[in-house]
């Protein structure tokens, strides 16, 4: 095959030709990890139909012939360049007879103004391209046993060893994505399909020992049965980024010399971090820091209730009516949107906290709430917050000490810098 | 020139009235006179305090909805109008990117705007945005004039975020973002798109 590859245990690509997806399933293949059936479409096929304006000879042949030996009738066609540009580019699911066109339509995808505007962003080059990956649909909608969700092996938010994330039984992962359906915790799964737990835990803990960091999946189980498609690993900021490096230090899976190097000072920025007990719902976190006051569910409201104390205006979401709602509140809660919606916009100009994408949330007018805009989550009344340094960042930062010599007082970004320096000699 | 008050009121909000002349491109007095006359009619009020300022009654929404309607269908624009929302529905998405990116650097931390080379960077590509940008309020002024206001508007806010004042690309009233989600809700408003 002059254009494709298998995604299987023994490939010997690297992402340039394969992309950074296909590489990822090609390791869970390796762990022995269950993957649907699939291949990939290299980069060097898209830059061909970039630079002649159709796919390059042979390729529609290829495809044909290695979409037969998948043995399904329906694939998923997905976009996976060697450097992460989430959400850029195509992903088109339940693809039966016309595969090539899809194929083309997330090549193409690799060029559209706006992929173009984040890689002259991010500093990634225009001429790379994009793999495709093309699966056998699984498909998390089949029965009362089949769902989709993410799920990372350590919270996001605090680093804590617990896995962490969402669920949605019965749907395919577009629903999660459109907001179309309430997801669930991902703990719910323990109760409602304990096998697929089981195996999803299992499955972290082997992409964890792999990769040595914490690490981020995305699944689809149906009928009982679970497959992975897709992995991350690391990519954790803030005070989870000291946890995780502290505590694999701990267990003895990475050295404290490379838990200081995975810490940069600016995780050490500290943020007010909400400590409730009891999270009422959650939603993506879009600008940090934690605000609690009263619900106002309309922009009217919120600004009569301003006068009387703190507001959290709560919105299906926002718009230029809602300025002035937005400026009498302490802080903001949305129903759809992403961290790019106008709310999170708005809500980082005018430094208030804000969470946004919290699907199907309603709540009575004037119920006192807290919102912390890191973590996204929202609990009942008023809950406390804290900004003082846990017990891991000062564990880091004595072997910090110990590596730089210097134990004087000083701030915790000098210290780690001084730690840094002596390293990087 | 009521028509064009009360559906400038519509699309931003609550407002005094120095910010609904800059967002017609009307003289503050041309705006107040207009606004009494809105008043009396019931279709704006007035309130008081710090977020006050001057809005829509409901009876205002539902009368600017109908003349904004009846212009449109009068000039035979629907289609036109159509076509250049879907352009710009193309590069919505992109321009909230941008801001975004102003707002936070990859790593995840809020741009303080300490580099500025970074920051140099991004007003570089909202400059290749607004190109593109341009051509779509071409394609909407085409289809009614009145929407030429937006590109002038975003122009300047572009303009004034090069000479320094960094504001006017993604925070407060005249930020190239605020004028941006003004166009949407004009074409929402316009077209009857409900959110």
Redo the contacts between chains.
């Keep these: 095959m002059r254009w494709i590859r298998p995604i299987a245990a023994e490939s010997q690509e690297t992402a340039d030709t394969v992309g950074g997806k296909a590489d990822g399933l090609v390791v869970l293949h390796r762990l022995g990890l269950p993957v649907p059936p699939g291949f990939v479409i290299t980069t060097e096929a898209c830059r061909a139909f970039l630079r002649d304006g159709r796919p390059p000879d042979g390729l529609s042949d290829e495809v044909a012939a290695a979409k037969a030996g998948l043995g399904s009738a329906t694939v998923s066609v997905r976009s996976g360049a060697s450097v992460s540009m989430p959400g850029m580019m195509d992903t088109i699911l339940n693809v039966d007879k016309r595969l090539m066109p899809s194929v083309e339509a997330v090549f193409s995808s690799w060029n559209t103004p706006r992929a173009r505007t984040y890689r002259e962003l991010h500093d990634i080059p225009h001429d790379l391209g994009t793999a495709v990956i093309v699966q056998a649909m699984v498909l998390g909608d089949r029965d009362e046993h089949s769902g989709t969700g993410v799920a990372f092996s350590r919270d996001p938010n605090t680093g804590a060893r617990t896995p962490f994330g969402e669920v949605l039984f019965g749907h395919q992962g577009e629903d999660v994505v459109s907001g179309r359906a309430r997801t669930h915790p991902l703990h719910e799964l323990a109760e409602r399909e304990p096998a697929v737990w089981a195996e999803l835990l299992d499955a972290l803990s082997r992409i964890e020992a792999h990769h040595r960091d914490a690490c981020y999946v995305e699944f689809t189980f149906e009928s009982g049965v679970l497959w992975l498609l897709q992995v991350r690993s690391g990519g954790y900021a803030g005070a989870a980024a000291v946890r995780v490096a502290t505590d694999l230090a701990g267990e003895q899976v990475i050295s404290r010399t490379e838990a200081l190097l995975r810490v940069s000072p600016q995780h050490l920025v500290r943020t007010p971090r909400m400590t409730a007990d009891h999270v009422l719902a959650r939603g993506l976190g879009a600008c940090p820091g934690v605000a609690t006051g009263r619900v106002a569910s309309t922009t009217d409201s919120a600004v009569r209730m301003a006068v009387e104390g703190p507001v959290i205006l709560v919105r299906p979401e926002t718009s230029p009516h809602d300025m002035r709602g937005l400026a009498a509140a302490a802080g903001v809660v949305t129903e759809r949107g992403g961290p790019a919606s106008h709310a999170a916009v708005v809500a980082r100009s005018m430094g208030k906290p804000a969470v946004v994408g919290v699907s199907g949330f309603t709540i009575a007018e004037g119920t006192l709430i807290t919102i912390d805009g890191t973590s996204g989550e929202i609990a009942l009344g008023s809950q406390p917050s804290t900004t003082t340094a846990d017990a891991h960042l000062a564990r880091l930062l004595g072997w910090a000490d110990d590596v730089s010599g210097d134990h004087t007082e000083r701030a915790e970004a000098e210290r780690l810098r001084a730690a840094h320096a002596v390293l990087s000699r | 020139m009521s028509l064009l008050v009360l559906h400038t009121l519509r699309?931003?909000?609550?407002a005094g009235t120095a910010r609904i002349a800059g967002a017609a491109g009307l003289t503050e007095s041309e705006v107040e006179s207009e606004l009494i006359d809105l008043a009396v009619d019931g279709l704006v009020t007035h309130?008081p305090?710090?977020?006050?300022?001057w809005g829509l009654t409901d009876e205002g929404r539902v009368a600017d909805a109908q003349r904004i309607t009846g212009e449109l269908e009068s000039a035979q624009a629907r289609p036109a109008l159509t076509k250049a929302f879907h352009e710009f529905m193309?590069?919505n998405?992109?321009l909230?990117?941008?801001?975004?990116?102003w707002?936070?650097r990859?790593?995840?931390?809020?741009n303080d705007h300490s580099d500025i080379a970074y920051d140099g960077?991004?007003l570089?590509?909202f400059n290749?945005?607004h190109e593109?940008a341009v051509v779509v309020c071409a394609d909407l002024s085409a289809a009614q004039a009145r929407f030429d206001r937006y590109r002038v508007r975003l122009t300047d806010a572009l303009r004034r975020a090069a000479a320094g004042e960094l504001e006017y690309v993604?925070?407060?009233?005249g930020?190239y973002?605020?004028v941006w989600?003004?166009l949407?809700?004009d074409l929402l408003a316009t077209l009857g798109i409900p959110?």
Excluded: K, M, Y
Aim: one cysteine or more; hydrophobic letters at 40%.
């Design positions: 699309c931003i909000g609550f309130l305090g710090e977020f006050g300022g193309v590069l998405p992109e909230l990117d941008l801001c975004t990116a707002q936070i990859s790593n995840g931390i809020l960077r991004v570089g590509r290749d945005f593109r993604a925070d407060g009233i930020s973002h605020a989600a003004e949407h809700e959110r």
